[in-house]
Nanobody, 120 residues
Framework: QVHLVESGGGLVQAGDSLRLSCVVS?????VGWFRQGPGKEREFVAG????????FYADSVKGRFTISRDTAEAPVFLQMDTLVPEDTAIYSC????????????????WGRGLQVTVST
């Protein structure tokens, strides 16, 4: 059975950093991070392959966020720097056999998500 558990969210001020963690059990495939802000649709944030290569980012976070993993069995981290209020959202990780990019419909297992709030 596949489980994903996120941790590391919270309330920070603009300009601060946070590191999110996604622990995946039951499979070792590609992982993506997504977020859903208030009144918005879920959007892709960043993804990485099962081997920890080829990180891929949404334009809105490129240069500020870094996704990483050491091995297929290791946690997947999302380092978020220079946070802005627009980053406020529920962040979720998900796993896919086929993609690590912004093809939301190809991700088949999801974590419950956690809240990240960035104040001004």
């Amino acid at each position: 059975q596949v489980h994903l558990v996120e941790s590391g969210g919270g309330l920070v001020q603009a300009g601060d950093s946070l590191r999110l963690s996604c622990v995946v059990s039951g499979r070792a495939y590609h992982v993506g991070w997504f977020r859903q802000g208030p009144g918005k649709e879920r959007e892709f944030v960043a993804g990485i392959t099962s081997t920890g290569s080829q990180p891929f980012y949404a334009d809105s976070v490129k240069g500020r966020f870094t996704i990483s993993r050491d091995t297929a069995e290791a946690p997947v981290f999302l380092q978020m720097d220079t946070l802005v209020p627009e980053d406020t959202a529920i962040y979720s990780c998900a796993t896919s056999k086929e993609t690590w990019k912004n093809h939301l419909h190809l991700y088949d297992y999801w974590g419950r998500g956690l809240q990240v709030t960035v104040s001004t």
